[in-house]
């Protein structure tokens, strides 16, 4: 097996540093009670890595796809991430119509890649 594709590289970055963002953004739901203060500081901590991850990838990223497609992917990333997020961490049921609307928006997403 050959090293990963450089069209893949940029993929696996942005979602991980999803996944660390998602955390960053959405991971203090589960603790309301905490003090808003800690909540920022921490999250700024988890969005460090999660920047040493971006950043990297669109600029490897900008070698294959466009800056529009870069950000395509990554709200589709971002989508994704979240539905599983909520689901598994918050413990939120995803609703058929979110799973809706996230799949149209992933559709549309789609018409970015149609002009390469």
Do not use: D
């Not at 003090?35 to 040493?52: G, Q």
């Not at 918050?90 to 992933?106: D, N, R, W």
């Amino acid at each position: 097996m050959g090293p990963i594709s450089p069209k893949l590289v940029p993929v696996l970055m942005l979602l991980a540093s999803n996944v660390f963002m998602t955390f960053a953004w959405y991971g203090h739901l589960k603790h309301r009670t905490a003090a808003l203060f800690m909540v920022i500081l921490t999250s700024w901590m988890i969005a460090l890595p999660e920047y040493a991850l971006a950043v990297p990838a669109n600029r490897i990223g900008a070698a294959v796809y466009s800056p529009a497609q870069l950000k395509t992917i990554q709200e589709v990333i971002t989508l994704t991430v979240f539905a599983v997020f909520s689901a598994t961490y918050l413990g939120e049921p995803v609703k058929l119509s979110t799973l809706l609307g996230f799949g149209l928006i992933a559709l549309g997403a789609g018409v970015v890649f149609l002009g390469k």
